[in-house]
Structure formats: structure tokens, C-alpha cells
Nanobody
Framework: VQLVESGGGMVQPGGSLRLSCAAS????????MKWVRQAPGKGPEWVST???????YYRTSVKGRFTISRDNTKNTLYLQLNSLKPEDTALYYC?????????????RGQGTQVTVSS
């Protein structure tokens, strides 16, 4: 199993980024996938989940700003981040999991850093 994230970077408040996660080694199309973030000195924080059928879930603080999506033909998971705030600064990683709104997972990637600063 391999999950490889990309697309992170440094942006100013109000900016946007699009994260990608390339998956291999398992049946991506039938897997529940999620994004989790971890800020320095803090524990993992669930961000968003997408079910195999496309139903999506978001933590309250990102609802309306972030959009999770998936392309099962490319085995790729995405997270569009808009209207970014300094408090969104964290290492973002994609993961395969079982539960909808928790940070639990059985496989995760190494992560991509998102830094929001003026």
C-alpha cells in the first residue's frame, strides 16, 4: 500500500491550494478515504472524508472552504483548500480508514505541509 501526497506549500491568508494523494496497492475505488492534519505540538485532527460512493463529510471549521473529491479512474484523492487561514497550517496527510469523522486509519501517507502566513 502506498499513499503519496503533493500540492502543499506556503500561501497568504485567503489563498488556495489543491492537495493530491496518489494511491496504489489496494482497491482505491471501494475504500473510504480521508484527509487528516496535524499542527506542530498538536494531535491529529480529522478534516474530511469521502465514501466510495462519493458522500462527503467535513469538520465544522473547514466546511464551505475545503472540498474533498476523488477520481477512481486515476486512484487519486484531492482536497481543494480555499479561503485559507493561519490556523489551517499543518501537515496534511491522506489516509484509508473505516470511521467517517475520526482521524483513525490503517494506512496513511507521509503528508504534505501547508503553511498559511502573511
Amino acid at each position: 500500500v502506498q499513499l503519496v501526497e503533493s500540492g502543499g506549500g506556503m500561501v497568504q491568508p485567503g489563498g488556495s491550494l489543491r492537495l493530491s494523494c496518489a494511491a496504489s496497492g489496494f482497491t482505491f475505488s471501494s475504500s473510504l478515504m480521508k484527509w487528516v492534519r496535524q499542527a506542530p505540538g498538536k494531535g491529529p485532527e480529522w478534516v474530511s472524508t469521502i465514501r466510495p460512493g462519493g458522500d462527503t463529510y467535513y469538520r465544522t471549521s473547514v466546511k464551505g472552504r475545503f472540498t474533498i473529491s476523488r477520481d477512481n479512474t486515476k486512484n487519486t484523492l484531492y482536497l481543494q483548500l480555499n479561503s485559507l487561514k493561519p490556523e489551517d497550517t499543518a501537515l496534511y496527510y491522506c489516509a484509508r480508514g473505516t470511521f467517517l469523522t475520526t482521524s483513525e486509519y490503517d494506512y496513511r501517507g507521509q503528508g504534505t505541509q501547508v503553511t498559511v502566513s502573511s
